[in-house]
């Protein structure tokens, strides 16, 4: 087999999906924070939409992340230690309910592009939202991620896994 169908073989591989996916959310978010800090500094509507699309994307990001993180749950599981095992079911809560956090970003975002043509005073508060929001989401972004860093990589654990309750 030569390198090339190596890859295409990995790339069907939802775990390896999801390894190459799991940045899209945290660093299009930071991308995010700094356009929208950007825009605002130079008062630019133009930069402001720019920044809103980068923060919608990252936001929509974590659907397929979350998708191939939970198709590869099993095969992960497997593979891992006890430790290993009880980091991942925290990972995969933590990012259940860290979702909506970046959907929400998400959504200020959008509003934040659309609602000043019917609002225009509205435009700076909900930029400024939209960027409170994204810092809130790449911070939840890095709390998930904690976690997932714990399952398969034992130099990063420190003490034992968290309880599930």
């Given at each position: 087999m030569n390198e090339w169908q190596e890859v295409l073989r990995t790339?069907?591989?939802p775990e390896y999906i999801h390894v190459l996916l799991n940045p899209m959310p945290v660093y299009g978010m930071a991308c995010g924070i700094l356009a929208l800090i950007v825009a605002l500094v130079l008062k630019s509507r133009q930069a402001q939409i720019?920044?809103?699309?980068?923060?919608?994307?990252?936001?929509?990001?974590?659907w397929p992340v979350i998708v191939y993180g939970?198709?590869?749950y099993d095969r992960v599981y497997s593979m891992t230690d006890k430790d290993?095992?009880?980091?991942?079911d925290d990972h995969e809560d933590r990012a259940?309910?860290?979702q909506w956090v970046f959907y929400a970003a998400g959504?200020?975002?959008?509003?934040?592009?659309?609602?000043?043509?019917?609002?225009?005073?509205?435009?700076?508060p909900l930029v400024v939202?939209?960027?409170i929001a994204s810092m809130a989401a790449i911070a939840t972004g890095g709390w998930i991620s904690h976690a997932g860093g714990q399952v398969?990589?034992?130099e990063f654990r420190n003490g034992s896994p968290p309880s599930i309750e």
């Open positions: 790339l069907r591989q720019v920044a809103l699309i980068v923060v919608v994307f990252a936001s929509a990001s974590v939970h198709r590869a290993g095992q009880e980091w991942l259940h309910d860290g959504l200020l975002a959008l509003s934040g592009m659309f609602v000043p043509a019917k609002f225009p005073r509205a435009t700076v939202a939209t960027l398969r990589h034992t």
